[in-house]
């Protein structure tokens, strides 16, 4: 089992970054395919980014392809989201799991983009 706490979130102007970090504990991190998740309030939650197990291979979203960058230490057990170019529609609540998703979820970090 992998515990995860997000963390980096913060509030932003539009065109601005923030860069969320994933902290993992659990032997296994190194080992599976991770990802991020956002959700907003009133709608369901969704995957943002994917990376497999070695970091060698990501997929993104349509509508963050291009503005964010996913990717994986794991000799650090850790996993980040470089989010540039941010949109207010970007506001969310982000969360990291394993891809597919565990049914436990950490409390997740908010980026709020103003406009």
């Known amino acids: 089992q992998v515990q995860l706490v997000e963390s980096g979130g913060g509030f932003v102007q539009g065109g601005g970054s923030l860069r969320l970090s994933c902290s993992a504990s659990g032997r296994t991190f190194s080992s599976v395919h991770m990802a991020w998740y956002l959700q907003t309030p009133g709608k369901e939650r969704e995957s943002v980014a994917g990376?497999?197990?070695?970091?060698?291979?990501?997929n993104y979203a349509d509508f963050v392809k291009g503005r964010f960058t996913i990717s994986r230490n794991n000799r650090e057990n850790t996993m980040y989201l470089q989010m540039n170019s941010l949109k207010p529609e970007d506001t969310a609540i982000y969360y990291c799991?394993?891809?597919?998703?565990?049914?436990?979820w950490g409390q997740g970090t908010l980026g709020t983009v103003s406009s």
């Open positions: 799991n394993t891809d597919p998703a565990m049914d436990a």
């Open positions: 990376i497999n197990w070695s970091g060698g291979s990501t």
